[in-house]
């Protein structure tokens, strides 16, 4: 197992005299002391505004804005620098794409194709582009354990234009069929895009090999800070589409009453650009890569796979969608007979245990299954054994706390 903890000084919290337990991962994740002091190094020795000025501090910074894309590049193995764009997070992303190229390529009797089980930010850009364009957003709905089946995949046919699907579920922690999905997408000559927001800090991700049309992720979901999001699109779409936000660094030239923008990837970074996120994200990526992908792949399931055993022996636990650790990464939704999951989540956080309670940003889902909120624990690599038995040992403390016999 991964051994790592040492490195992020929040997990010596101590919260109502518990050591504090982490397991909201999927919401955000904590920091190590190599991205807080790539942070610091940067506001210390680096800050200036990027493509701007002629002086070192805004080439520097520029530098270091340019490195941390390149760092990107590689680590999703994009083909080009210029198919790197930096946003604030993947529903900025989402937004970005479903604008620039939904609502100017979809049209009247075009389908957009969706799991019913999407995160809000890619749902409610596509709701928008689709009442503008006169297109139908049409749903996957899933079977009981939450895969796809043949029927929702036959719904990707002649008329569609858009499949835009998570590649992990943050209600579900199930891993999609990508490349399959991507493949049948691309047959009836729709495109395909992918939010990586709960995949690509817990696998390997391979744009090239997913052959994915665009693909979004959030930088503070894995070890990054927030207000950093990147979306990845193919050169050739990238160019031929609007910008999304106009502005200041976007432009090549700007008249009186007519604009010429700016190459890729800067077309669509309007504005002062967030080089900290661009460094803390860069140092995440040294720090994740130095690991090795895999082996975050591996940790995670190991601690899925004791979560789910224990969980699975709880009479009065029900796990959403697949209870396979194989088809999962680690994210765990559930609820408990006859308590509310925010009563739940305090009740644990009492313990110091740190879980998500709610909708999960996912209400069609919940709205589909009747299960109107729900409580997810998630795992990272600095999550250990120990932390699960400790979850496992006062999970059944909460119907006791509510007042229940057994
Ligand atoms: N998609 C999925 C699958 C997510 O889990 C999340 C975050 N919960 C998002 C999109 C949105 O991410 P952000 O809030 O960073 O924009």
């Known amino acids: ?22 397991l909201d991962n999927a919401a955000t994740t904590q920091k190590p002391y190599q991205v807080i002091h790539a942070l610091v190094d940067l506001l210390e020795h680096h800050n200036g505004n990027p493509h701007r000025g002629a002086h070192v501090l805004s080439i520097e910074a520029g530098e ?3 490195k941390a894309r ?32 939904g609502e100017t390529h979809l049209k009247k009797g075009d389908k957009v194709v969706i799991p019913i089980s999407e995160h809000h930010s890619n749902l409610v850009p596509w709701q928008r582009a689709c009442r503008k364009t006169g297109a139908e957003l049409v749903y996957m709905y899933l079977d009981e354990t939450g895969h796809f089946t043949e029927e929702d995949l036959a719904k990707i046919d002649e008329r569609t234009k858009i499949v835009s699907f998570a590649a992990v579920s943050n209600v579900l922690g199930m891993v999609r069929p990508v490349k399959e999905v991507v493949e049948r997408a691309h047959k009836v000559g729709a495109i395909a895009i992918v939010d990586g927001a709960q995949s690509t800090p817990h696998m390997k991700t391979d744009v090239q090999d997913l052959d994915c049309d ?18 990845y699109g193919k050169k050739a779409l990238l160019e031929e589409m609007e910008p999304f936000l106009l502005g200041g660094d976007m ?14 990837p800067y077309k669509f970074e309007a504005g002062s ?33 004791r979560c789910l055993e224990g969980m699975l022996k709880m009479p009065h636990i029900h796990i959403l969608g697949s209870t396979d650790p194989k088809e999962k990464t680690g994210v765990i939704s559930f609820t408990i007979d006859g308590v509310h999951p925010h009563d739940a989540a305090t009740i644990l956080d ?4 740190a879980i998500r309670s709610g909708h999960h940003c996912a209400q069609p ?42």
Not at 251 to 263: A, D, G, K, L, P
């Open 365 to 406: 889902l919940g709205a589909h299954l009747h299960v109107e909120a729900s409580n997810r624990v998630s795992f990272y690599i600095y999550n250990t054994l120990e932390e699960v038995d400790y979850f496992l040992s006062k999970l059944p403390e909460v119907r006791k706390v509510m007042g229940f016999k057994d």
């Open 214 to 231: 665009f693909y979004v992720f959030s930088g503070h979901k894995m070890l990054g800070s927030t207000g950093t999001g990147v979306v």
């Open 70 to 101: 390149e760092a990107v590049r590689k680590f999703i193995n994009a083909k080009h620098f210029e198919e790197v764009i930096f946003v604030r997070n993947s529903t900025e992303g989402l937004n970005l794409i479903a604008r620039s190229y």
């Open 64 to 66: 270091l804005y340019d």
């Open 1 to 22: 197992m991964i051994n790592v903890r040492r490195d992020f000084p929040i997990l010596t919290k101590v919260h109502n005299g518990h050591p504090l337990v982490y």
């Open 273 to 305: 650009q967030n080089v900290e996120g661009a460094v803390a994200l860069h140092a995440a990526i040294d720090y994740l890569n130095d690991i090795g992908m895999d082996q975050v792949e591996e940790h995670e399931r190991e601690l899925t796979d």
């Open 251 to 264: 432009i090549e030239y700007v008249q009186e009453q007519t604009t010429s923008f700016n190459e890729l």
């Open 350 to 353: 009492s313990y110091g245990i």
